[in-house]
């Protein structure tokens, strides 16, 4: 079973990763302008996009399981 630490480190390192993949493609379509340099940079900002949303999720779940958890002592 994988830890909850380790699943949020994977999740932040995906989102680091996928945020370098969009500033290189952002530098790539401002420098060239072509068609595919810019479907390039949409296709790696909805990727940041989703790993975003899935830290946030992530932290989401883990603030309701900490707070049930308080919940559950009182």
């Known amino acids: 079973m994988i830890s909850f630490n380790a699943l949020q480190h994977h999740l932040d ?3 680091s990763r996928a945020q370098d993949d969009m500033d ?3 530098m790539a379509a401002s ?9 390039a ?5 909805q990727q940041t996009d989703v790993a975003n ?12 399981i900490t ?6 002592i009182q």
Do not use: P, Y
């Open 53 to 64: 949303i899935a830290v946030n999720e992530s932290l989401r779940a883990k603030h309701g």
């Open 13 to 15: 390192h995906s989102l």
């Open 31 to 39: 420098e060239s302008g072509s068609i595919e340099d810019l479907q």
């Open 24 to 26: 290189d493609a952002a």
């Open 67 to 72: 707070k049930a958890i308080i919940d559950g």
């Open 41 to 45: 940079f949409n296709d790696a900002q």
